[in-house]
């Protein structure tokens, strides 16, 4: 049932996503995403917080040597005998120092919690997971990989230095995520590279800096414009 949950969460409606997916007794790590997903989508900020933490609880706890690889399907060793009590933590800052086994998985749970941080403006913490994340992503995928989280969150994080007036922090995002989005196009038209690309004029144009800011607009209308042909 949570997989057609999630057709109607991609279709944009949330309401029926939620209440198929709260009427499951049981649920898996995928249910309580997914039902992070479609409250964060509705607005609903602490419960998609609520549900996104139990998502990672039982992903972390249920991690093993069996399904732990990299990026590239490499098995990682893991020692995870004793079960972590994420939910229990003082705080959103003490649980991040709990986690010490990564998976792809797990990695999208703490940006995916970053990114209700952000959502419910409290940017400093959505920072600290954010840059957890990045930190987590180049342990996995190796440094300066093409890996599109990376690309991903390092957007997000640019949005939230953004809104923290931290300009030139949120451009050095922007230029990273540019960069990896274009290396895995292989030189071809993205939403994701125009939508990195209005962001970064929205971000010049806080720093003042305006003919940045024409130059990004620019080129992102001109791939909106190829990929959408009137």
Not at 18 to 33: D, G, M, T
Not at 153 to 160: E, P, S, T, V, Y
Not at 210 to 216: A, E, I
């Amino acid at each position: 049932r949570w997989r057609m949950a999630d057709c109607h969460r991609h279709l944009g409606n949330h309401s029926e996503a939620i209440e198929i997916l709260e009427s499951i007794s049981e649920k898996s790590s995928e249910v309580y995403f997914s039902l992070g997903h479609a409250y964060r989508s509705s607005g609903w900020y602490d419960e998609a917080e609520a549900n996104y933490l139990q998502a990672l609880q039982i992903n972390y706890n249920t991690t093993s040597v069996d399904n732990l690889t990299d990026y590239y399907g490499n098995p990682l060793p893991v020692d995870n005998d004793d079960k972590v009590d994420l939910i229990g933590a003082a705080s959103p800052e003490q649980r991040l120092n709990m986690i010490t086994n990564i998976t792809l998985d797990i990695i999208i749970h703490i940006g995916s919690l970053g990114d209700v941080y952000h959502k419910k403006q409290q940017y400093r913490r959505a920072e600290a997971y954010y840059n957890k994340t990045v930190e987590f992503i180049h342990e996995l995928f190796g440094k300066g990989a093409a890996a599109e989280p990376a690309a991903t969150i390092l957007r997000n994080q640019g949005a939230n230095y953004n809104e923290m007036k931290q300009y030139s922090d949120a451009n050095q995002c922007y230029t990273e995520a540019l960069a990896i989005y274009r290396q895995l196009s292989k030189g071809d038209d993205t939403e994701d590279i125009a939508k990195t690309l209005n962001n970064q004029g929205n971000n010049y144009h806080c720093m003042k800096q305006y003919s940045n800011t024409d130059q990004c607009y620019t080129e992102a209308l001109d791939i909106y414009r190829r990929l959408s042909p009137s």
